[in-house]
């Protein structure tokens, strides 16, 4: 006999009574545990092995581990072990443990199997979290070397790891690990600042920088159309002062302030600002 058939038969034996059949009691218990009366019932009589999820359900209710309702023999649970509702998967090889566990035993026989693979591939189980972290210790990113991992420290509602690093120019700096991970391309944190300063010095000592002010100067110049207008109109230069009542037109090239007068009228404010950028297209 079973292990499920033995729990299903006491089950029954303990809510039965004159008036209640093994069929009802089986059927109650179906819709209770949201499984067909055709499954219980063969599990009742021996005549069948349950599913994974099924045993599942049947563990929850009756308190007993997924592995013995299933009655898995042989290699199955090999390594493998419970601990409350979570299935510990642990291998040693050569003196090494491996360790991780599953609230799911199908996916702890997997991982088993996984790293069972790796091991006899490579001689090496995968690393943990924390050795992970450890390995990173004395890597070199850039210009900058790791010389230790802080615990979750709480930054911007998140916890993150801090790197404590050594800049070649001596600077000790902490930086988030996940910066420090990215690759170059993607904004990778290479130094403790002093990189971007040589980077900056080396092109404006080239001429890049001042090459870049002068055509920004220069665009500048340039420009004919004016810039966009208070919202108040949406009309480019001219605002309406609330205070005054008033249309007011104010004109801004390369640094110097053009216009300033009032007018009542839109119209008369249009017609200054036309005059207007005429007059500072001459001077130009």
Do not use: W
């Amino acid at each position: 006999m079973t292990l499920i058939s033995e729990l299903l038969k006491q089950y029954v034996n303990q809510e039965s009574d004159s008036n209640q059949s093994v069929k009802t009691l089986l059927t109650d218990l179906s819709k209770q545990l949201d499984v067909p009366y055709s499954t219980l019932d063969k599990l009742f009589y021996n005549s069948q092995v349950p599913s994974l999820k099924t045993a599942e359900k049947l563990s929850m209710y009756f308190k007993q581990p997924v592995y013995l309702l299933m009655e898995i023999k042989g290699d199955s649970m090999k390594y493998i072990s419970q601990s409350g509702d979570r299935y510990v998967v642990q291998v040693i090889r050569k003196g090494k443990k491996h360790t991780k566990s599953f609230f799911n035993l199908k996916e702890a026989q997997q991982y088993r199997q996984i790293i069972l693979s790796d091991f006899d591939n490579t001689g090496y189980f995968p690393k943990s979290y924390q050795e992970k972290l450890t390995s990173l210790i004395s890597k070199k990113f850039g210009r900058l070397t790791v010389l230790s991992i802080t615990e979750p420290q709480k930054l911007d509602k998140s916890n993150r790891r801090l790197a404590i690093c050594q800049c070649d120019c001596g600077t000790v700096k902490y930086i988030c690990l996940s910066e420090l991970q990215k690759s170059p391309d993607k904004g990778a944190t290479l130094s403790c600042g002093c990189l971007q300063k040589e980077v900056t010095k080396n092109n404006f000592s080239k001429g890049h920088l001042k090459e870049s002010v002068e055509k920004r100067i220069n665009s500048q110049h340039m420009r004919i159309e004016p810039n966009i207008s208070n919202r108040s109109t949406r009309i480019r230069n001219i605002s309406y002062d609330q205070s005054k009542k008033m249309y007011r037109v104010t004109i801004v090239r390369n640094g110097s302030r053009y216009g300033g007068k009032h007018f009542k009228k839109l119209g008369e404010a249009q017609k200054y600002k036309k005059q207007l950028l005429e007059d500072i297209k001459k001077e130009r």
